[in-house]
């Protein structure tokens, strides 16, 4: 980020790849908690309707979801629905900057549906920003996650 006078690189990097990261996420995370509603059902049902979603069977609602076998082994979830946590080595009046330009990305963040934290100089974990701005969470995270650290 030392190179990234304007922040234009972090920028990019927050309404891009984290925006698509979280989008893939929340449908692993909405069609694992509620497949019925937000999953697509058994894909050996589905007619696929156009380019937007699918048929469970001959008829019913479009579903656009993931289907039941993507997000589950026949025994339970093939993996824990959590939502997506973001960690950027930068200032946070930058990342605050970037927030504030780009409303649905704020909101995600807002709304909790992404977890977003900054890394300090030191390669450590340090903050989490919240609707109510950013939360020192450096004893809290080095109780449960000595080892998260970001290599130099």
């Given at each position: 980020?030392?190179?990234?006078?304007?922040?234009?690189?972090?920028?990019?990097?927050?309404?891009?790849?984290?925006?698509?990261?979280?989008?893939?996420?929340?449908?692993?995370?909405?069609?694992?908690?509620?497949?019925?509603?937000?999953?697509?059902?058994?894909?050996?049902?589905?007619?696929?309707v156009?380019?937007?979603?699918?048929?469970?069977?001959?008829?019913?609602?479009?579903?656009?979801?993931?289907?039941?076998?993507?997000?589950?082994?026949?025994?339970?979830?093939?993996?824990?629905?959590?939502?997506?946590?973001?960690?950027?080595?930068?200032?946070?009046?930058?990342?605050?900057?970037?927030?504030?330009?780009?409303?649905?990305?704020?909101?995600?963040?807002?709304?909790?549906?992404?977890?977003?934290?900054?890394?300090?100089?030191?390669?450590?974990?340090?903050?989490?920003?919240?609707?109510?701005?950013?939360?020192?969470?450096r004893?809290?995270?080095?109780?449960?996650?000595?080892?998260?650290?970001?290599?130099?």
């Amino acid at each position: 980020w030392r190179e990234d006078r304007a922040f234009a690189v972090l920028e990019t990097i927050m309404t891009a790849p984290v925006v698509v990261a979280s989008w893939i996420n929340l449908q692993y995370y909405g069609s694992t908690v509620d497949n019925r509603h937000f999953g697509c059902g058994d894909k050996l049902l589905h007619n696929v309707v156009g380019t937007i979603g699918v048929l469970e069977g001959r008829g019913g609602d479009l579903r656009a979801g993931l289907p039941r076998q993507s997000v589950a082994d026949g025994e339970g979830p093939v993996h824990e629905p959590v939502r997506l946590a973001v960690a950027i080595e930068a200032p946070t009046a930058a990342i605050e900057g970037v927030l504030s330009r780009h409303s649905s990305l704020r909101e995600l963040v807002d709304k909790g549906w992404l977890l977003l934290f900054a890394i300090d100089d030191d390669g450590a974990v340090a903050r989490q920003y919240q609707a109510q701005g950013w939360r020192d969470v450096r004893a809290s995270l080095s109780a449960t996650l000595p080892s998260l650290r970001v290599a130099p």
